[in-house]
């Protein structure tokens, strides 16, 4: 089972590829105006 406790390295890691997912999707939607 896999604890709920994240490292601090892997929480940054994690938000920053959620961030930069976030940033493409929004890229492609301007893209389309």
């Given at each position: 089972?896999?604890?709920?406790?994240?490292?601090?390295?892997?929480?940054?890691?994690?938000e920053k590829?959620?961030?930069?997912?976030?940033?493409?999707?929004?890229?492609?939607?301007?893209?389309?105006?």
């Amino acid at each position: 089972m896999k604890s709920h406790f994240e490292k601090p390295s892997e929480r940054k890691k994690r938000e920053k590829d959620e961030n930069t997912r976030r940033v493409k999707k929004f890229k492609k939607l301007k893209a389309r105006y």
